[in-house]
């Protein structure tokens, strides 16, 4: 079946490029997963403008990297507690969807998002810390000194380009390319259960719960909103609310087949 649609937003106003804003509350993982490989296969057809997506995850859910073994996880004691394990199409290592807000951005070089793995990663990163910062995070993008490990936790390592404070990493970020498009999501823990993370991952330090740096826990939507405003600065862009297309959700369709697929 062909795929097609029409997006007045791949015009943009004058100078200032206009991005998405999609904001579909909470889905399933495999949903989540599925939404996020159609946002990316929509952008990487042409058919849409870079996306800024925020959501939840219920019931919780353990992602693991696309490369990573299944084996990692121990999915008898996930389906005893209720929680779904899930493979993104990025890379990394296993993280808990519980308590936290996911972001994910769609974008690629036509629309300015240019450079290596590392430029990119951290050019998004900056956006993110310029959002967090305006809560009152002092949030850096210098590696923090974490516990060493066998890393099957995405929040047991950081990387230079990851978001740090006080040496500890507040977001756990991943991306993925096709061609020049780029798809990169991350978790942001907010009220995340340290006994429910130490059950499915015994080797992730204790959660770093965003109300930890400011002595209390902001709103989903006031975080939403600083985290608008990082992009929107960082990057020189407008964002705008809108609405999955009809491809898209033709597209995220055909992905949930395959997101619910472990080997």
Known sequence: MRISCYNPLLKSEGDMQIWRLIDLGINTAFENMAIDEALLEAHVLGLTPPTLRFYEWYPAALSIGYA?????????????????????ATG???????????????????????GSVKETYRMLSEAIALGLRSLGVPASLEPGTLRSGPQTACFAAATPADL?????????????????????????????????????????????????????????????????EGFKQCLGVEIIPCSLLPCEEELARRANRFSRLLG
């Open 92 to 114: 990394g290592k296993a993280v808990l969807h519980q308590g936290e807000l996911t972001y994910s951005v769609v974008s690629s070089s036509r629309f300015g998002l240019k």
């Open 68 to 88: 990573q073994s299944s084996l990692d996880v121990d999915r008898n004691k996930c389906l005893h507690l209720g929680i779904d394990v899930v493979r993104r």
């Open 164 to 228: 740090v404070c006080g040496g500890r990493k507040l977001v756990g970020s991943a991306q993925v390319r096709r061609g020049d498009s780029v798809l990169q999501h991350g978790s942001i823990p907010l009220d995340q259960d340290p006994r429910l993370l130490k059950l499915i991952l015994p080797d992730a330090p204790p959660p770093n719960n965003l109300g930890e740096f400011l002595g209390r826990t902001p709103s989903r939507e006031e975080i939403k909103e600083a985290l608008i």
